[in-house]
């Protein structure tokens, strides 16, 4: 009788220790980490705002401008004048290119 109530004793008690064991991660665990994984993840690079086309277009018409009216320009310089407005034209031009590059390649 003793031997049957140790044996049904160590036959009820056995899963309970193999749940307890060490290394074998219960499911609540896995799914710990996998929450913890997502959380722990960057954003994707590639997150595109709406472009807008009309500024776009805008500021490409200026750019194609100011630089069209810099040879003329330049062309002065050599002769020893300096157009007052060059150098904003020339800050101008590396501002919108500026602009048009990151909005293309958001």
Do not use: H, W, Y
């Not at 290394?23 to 722990?40: F, I, M, R, T, V």
């Amino acid at each position: 009788m003793i031997r049957l109530a140790v044996c049904l004793g160590i036959l009820f008690s056995a899963p309970a220790m193999l749940a307890q064991r060490p290394g074998a991660p219960s499911l609540n665990q896995a799914e710990q980490a996998e929450a913890k994984s997502q959380k722990d993840m960057p954003p994707p690079l590639s997150q595109r705002g709406p472009i807008d086309v009309v500024k776009l277009q805008r500021d490409a018409e200026e750019l194609a401008s100011l630089a069209q009216s810099v040879p003329p320009e330049i062309d002065q310089t050599s002769k020893g004048l300096l157009p007052k407005d060059l150098t904003e034209k020339l800050k101008r031009i590396e501002k919108l290119a500026k602009q048009l590059r990151s909005q293309i390649s958001q």
